[in-house]
């Protein structure tokens, strides 16, 4: 029974290991969604504390929430994608995340600096949005 004890951490090593090969063909296009999503974060406290809000620890804790839930979805869909071989579909929920969370970065460095091509972009995307959904986010932002 000791001999199981003294070797539980070489077991537990060779899965981490074993789950890290296996994704191994994932690793860009997580690491993509993971500099997406920490950019965010690095904005986001900027912009807050100049608009004058502070720093709320929920808010990095909501960032380790997306990193977590993000990776296990692009990781959960790399599997079944792999096992299944239709499409690759982890790569477009992986560059949907990533552009939701450039879409935020966008926002703070709007906050931050005031840069006419920042806002230009901006409205471009607002505009967009509304021409293609119908969904204005100025509307919803003021109510």
């Known amino acids: 029974m000791s ?12 899965i981490i290991i074993m789950s890290l090969g296996y994704f191994s063909d994932a ?8 500099a997406a999503i920490t950019f965010d974060l690095f904005t986001g ?7 004058g809000r502070g720093l709320k620890s929920f808010r990095m804790w909501r960032t380790v929430y ?9 990781a959960l869909l790399y599997s079944m994608d792999h096992e299944m071989s239709i499409i690759q579909f982890y790569k477009l929920v992986a560059w949907l995340i990533s552009g939701f969370e450039m879409w935020s970065v966008l926002e703070n460095v709007s ?33």
């Open 45 to 51: 406290l900027w912009a807050s504390i100049k608009m």
């Open 66 to 74: 997306k990193l977590f839930f993000s990776t296990s979805i692009v």
């Open 3 to 14: 001999w199981i004890f003294s070797h539980i951490w070489n077991f537990i090593c060779a």
């Open 27 to 34: 690793q860009n296009v997580i690491y993509v969604m993971w």
């Open 111 to 143: 906050e931050i600096v005031d840069w006419k091509i920042i806002k230009l972009l901006k409205k471009f995307m607002h505009d967009k949005v509304k021409e293609e959904t119908g969904i204005d986010f100025n509307e919803k932002i003021k109510k």
